[in-house]
């Protein structure tokens, strides 16, 4: 079965800082990966995803993400962090060609500082 | 023109009571999902139909029953509630099993 690690519910960063989240997977076939976001009060919204095409993907609101298998990993990155970037994001994985069960890690709550 | 819509947005109950939640997406999707999501965010799949067949059905007690009358339209009935179904509940929707999804804005259920 599928897993997803989020390290650190909380990151801290100041306005104009790189935004790191990271994620971690574990499967044991292709996954298709996913990073969504949670603003206060509201459901969630794809950012970006990765589908075993180009290793890079960009997403809306200048996220990307790399995935790299050897560590199996999708991290999420913004260079420069804005206010409006305060939020949840949550890493997600399924499995291609499997039972596509969708699962989801415990989400990382980003602060922006002024 | 909201693409996953979902009513009631709050839902106050008492312990025993019966509730429906209802969603619906107009985006031509085949695959709609239900999930739950606790007071530390954590997000929970529940349910997920395909073409109106049920496909996952996590370990969710049978006091919830999933119906989806066509592809549009996937409700969530709870009978008996309880303390502990208190959550927020989101409905997703992808174009087919594993894409991405597109998220209601969720029912915030509070039982009393």
């Known amino acids: 079965a599928q897993s997803v690690t989020q390290l650190g519910s909380h990151v801290s960063v100041s306005e104009g800082a790189l935004v790191l989240l990271r994620c971690n997977y574990s499967s044991s076939v292709p996954p298709y990966l996913f990073w969504y976001v949670q603003y206060p009060n509201q459901g969630l919204q794809l950012l970006l995803k990765y589908t075993s095409a180009a290793t890079l993907v960009k997403g809306i609101n200048g996220f990307e993400a790399e995935f790299k298998k050897s560590e199996t990993s999708f991290h999420l990155t913004k260079p420069s962090a804005h206010m409006s970037d305060a939020a949840e994001y949550f890493c997600a994985v399924t499995i291609s060609g499997g039972s596509y069960i969708p699962t989801f890690g415990r989400g990382t709550s980003l602060i922006v500082h002024p | 023109d909201t693409a996953v819509s979902q009513t009631p947005k709050y839902l106050v109950t008492q312990m025993g009571n019966d509730k429906s939640i209802k969603c619906e997406q107009n985006l031509g999707h085949d695959t709609m999902y239900w999930y739950k999501q606790d007071s530390k965010k954590f997000l929970k799949i529940m349910f997920s139909y395909n073409n109106k067949e049920l496909i996952i059905n996590e370990t969710v007690p049978n006091r919830f029953s999933p119906k989806s009358p066509d592809k549009a339209h996937l409700n969530l009935h709870i009978n008996s509630l309880e303390l502990g179904d208190s959550a927020v509940y989101f409905c997703?929707?992808?174009?087919?099993?594993?894409?991405?999804?597109?998220f209601g804005p969720g029912t915030r259920l509070t039982v009393t």
């Open positions: 997703a929707s992808s174009q087919r099993q594993g894409y991405e999804q597109y």
